[in-house]
Nanobody
Framework: QVVLVESGGGLVQAGGSLRLSCAAS????????MGWFRQAPGKAREFVAA????????NFADSVKDRFTISGDNAKNTVYLQMNLLKPEDTAVYYC?????????????????WGQGTQVTVSS
């Protein structure tokens, strides 16, 4: 059984930073693509970033490019989302997701497994 557990969310002022973690368990994820999505109140869930664990290919939403980075620690089966220069519009519940697809694409339908989410709130 695949389990994804997010942590690291919280309240931060605009311009600040947070690092989200996603601990994955249940199988080997070396062939997986791991992603982060977010959902703001009243809005649809949207893609944030993804990384192919094997090879390290990454993909970012234009809205977070140059501010967020994604990385993985194979030994810990953990994926990180480093968020810098946070803006109030980054406020959302952030979800970790895992995909068996080799394509690092911003497509929610490609991701089969999801975590429960962690709240990120950015105050102005």
């Amino acid at each position: 059984q695949v389990v994804l557990v997010e942590s690291g969310g919280g309240l931060v002022q605009a311009g600040g930073s947070l690092r989200l973690s996603c601990a994955a368990s249940g199988r080997s994820f070396t062939s997986y693509t791991m992603g982060w999505f977010r959902q703001a109140p009243g809005k649809a869930r949207e893609f944030v970033a993804a990384i192919r664990w094997s090879g390290g290919t990454t993909n970012f939403a234009d809205s977070v490019k140059d501010r967020f980075t994604i990385s993985g620690d194979n030994a810990k089966n953990t994926v990180y989302l480093q968020m810098n220069l946070l803006k109030p519009e980054d406020t959302a519940v952030y979800y970790c997701a895992a995909s068996t697809s080799i394509v690092v694409a911003p497509a929610e339908k490609l991701f089969q497994y999801w975590g429960q989410g962690t709240q990120v709130t950015v105050s102005s």
